[in-house]
């Protein structure tokens, strides 16, 4: 079974940074692409980045270029999210996510995490 | 970015209802359309890709249409089960991926 647990989200101060992994089991982790989505509090899905299977290439949205690192261990099977100068907007579930192998270049996200929630407040 | 509009934001529908909900693309996007259903609380779950291909496990009753720039969502039958908030989702264009704003199904 295919599992995703994301980790590391809480309470946060602006312009303080965060890190956030992604537990992946059930499933040839290394030969995936992951992306993370995010989701404020109320409101839809905002795609944040994308990495390939070996960690060699990211995209990430503009809303958090410049701030942000996407990295991933295969042989620990975890994906990360490091965010930094956090601003108040940046308050979100964050979920990861996988695509079937064949939809890399036209992806959708067949499974996702439970997400985890963050919060930037003084 | 490609925009993604859909209408209506919200709508309200009674169990055995006939639905649909429609995304509107900012540009073509040939048939690079999917759609989620997310319920309060939960992740999103994939309904339809490449605008019509069911995913295992999802009931008949959704079906997807469209190409280019307008896209449609049909559930036949509403049940239960179904009244949550649904989103359209671009892969045409994966810098950025767009979704989008989301359609709340609520019950009559």
Same mark, same amino acid.
């Given at each position: 079974?295919?599992?995703?647990?994301? #980790?590391?989200?809480?309470?946060?101060?602006?312009?303080?940074?965060?890190?956030?992994?992604?537990?992946?089991?059930?499933? &040839?982790?290394?030969?995936? $692409?992951?992306?993370?989505?995010?989701?404020?509090?109320?409101?839809?899905?905002? $795609?944040?980045?994308? @990495? &390939?299977?070996?960690?060699? &290439?990211?995209?990430?949205?503009?809303?958090?270029?410049?701030? @942000?690192?996407?990295?991933?261990?295969?042989?620990?099977?975890?994906?990360?999210?490091?965010?930094?100068?956090?601003?108040?907007?940046?308050?979100?579930?964050?979920?990861?996510?996988?695509?079937?192998?064949?939809?890399?270049?036209?992806?959708?996200?067949?499974?996702?995490?439970?997400? !985890?929630?963050?919060?930037?407040?003084? | 970015?490609?925009?993604?509009?859909?209408?209506?934001?919200?709508?309200?529908?009674? @169990?055995?209802?006939?639905?649909? @909900?429609?995304?509107?693309?900012?540009?073509?996007? #040939? !048939?690079?359309? &999917? $759609?989620?259903?997310?319920?309060?609380?939960?992740?999103?779950?994939?309904?339809?890709?490449?605008?019509?291909?069911?995913?295992?496990?999802?009931?008949?009753?959704?079906?997807?249409?469209?190409?280019?720039?307008?896209?449609?969502? !049909?559930?036949? #039958?509403?049940?239960?089960?179904?009244?949550?908030?649904?989103?359209?989702?671009? #892969?045409?264009?994966?810098?950025?991926? !767009?979704?989008?704003?989301?359609?709340?199904?609520?019950?009559?």
């Amino acid at each position: 079974e295919v599992q995703l647990v994301e #980790s590391g989200g809480g309470l946060f101060q602006p312009g303080g940074s965060l890190r956030l992994s992604c537990a992946a089991s059930g499933f &040839n982790f290394g030969g995936y $692409w992951m992306h993370w989505v995010r989701q404020a509090p109320g409101k839809g899905l905002e $795609w944040v980045s994308r @990495i &390939n299977s070996d960690g060699s &290439n990211t995209i990430y949205a503009d809303s958090v270029k410049g701030r @942000i690192l996407v990295s991933r261990d295969n042989a620990k099977r975890t994906l990360y999210l490091q965010l930094s100068s956090l601003r108040a907007e940046d308050t979100a579930v964050y979920y990861c996510a996988t695509v079937p192998p064949q939809q890399w270049l036209a992806p959708y996200f067949d499974y996702w995490g439970q997400g !985890t929630l963050v919060t930037v407040s003084s | 970015d490609i925009q993604m509009t859909q209408s209506p934001s919200s709508l309200s529908a009674s @169990i055995g209802d006939r639905v649909t @909900i429609t995304c509107r693309a900012s540009q073509s996007i #040939s !048939t690079y359309l &999917n $759609w989620y259903q997310q319920k309060p609380g939960k992740a999103p779950k994939v309904l339809i890709y490449e605008v019509s291909r069911l995913e295992s496990g999802v009931p008949s009753r959704f079906s997807g249409s469209g190409s280019g720039t307008d896209f449609t969502l !049909t559930i036949s #039958s509403l049940q239960p089960e179904d009244f949550a908030t649904y989103y359209c989702q671009q #892969s045409y264009s994966t810098l950025p991926i !767009t979704f989008g704003q989301g359609t709340r199904l609520e019950i009559k």
